[in-house]
């Protein structure tokens, strides 16, 4: 099975993305990749409030990075995410963040998300149909 297309978002690196030293902040890519995801579901046609009124959250169950280079103040990056083909209900989204303008890899990185009911915290043996289809 082919691996699904990425899905890009660009980010200029501002000045609270920073520590002193101009360096991007670890937990700024995080935040990076999240927005990524946002707005690759919201291209879809769902937004988080879909999945809240459908009374799913989607916290994070798993997360793993691997840091290869550093962004600095100014750089513009590549946010590059797609949705793994996976079993069940739980989402596994791909990361590679690049410098976009060389197209190098600077961080790597695996998000799991597990939805749960909202009203019950009990994870869902199935997405509302609606949902489900964006990213079953």
């Known amino acids: 099975m082919d691996d699904p297309p990425w899905f890009e978002y660009r980010v200029t690196v501002q000045p609270h993305h920073t ?10 890519y995080i935040a990076w990749m999240e927005e990524a995801r946002v707005t690759y579901l919201q ?22 990075l691997r840091y ?9 990056a590549l946010v590059r995410t ?4 996976s079993k069940g209900v739980r989402m596994i989204w ?5 410098r976009a303008a060389t197209g190098d ?5 695996t998000v799991t998300l597990a ?9 869902l043996r199935r997405l509302p149909a609606h949902l489900g289809k964006v990213v079953g």
Do not use: M, N
């Open 115 to 123: 939805p749960v009911d909202l009203k019950t915290r009990q994870v």
């Open 68 to 76: 290869r280079q550093s962004l600095s103040l100014g750089e513009v």
């Open 43 to 64: 291209q879809h046609g769902l937004t988080f409030k879909d999945w809240i009124e459908a009374g799913v959250d989607l916290p994070v169950v798993d997360l793993a």
């Open 82 to 85: 797609r949705l793994a083909p």
């Open 94 to 98: 791909q990361y590679d963040i690049q």
């Open 105 to 109: 890899s600077c961080v790597l990185g």
């Open 19 to 28: 520590d002193y030293a101009g360096i991007v902040w670890h937990g700024t």
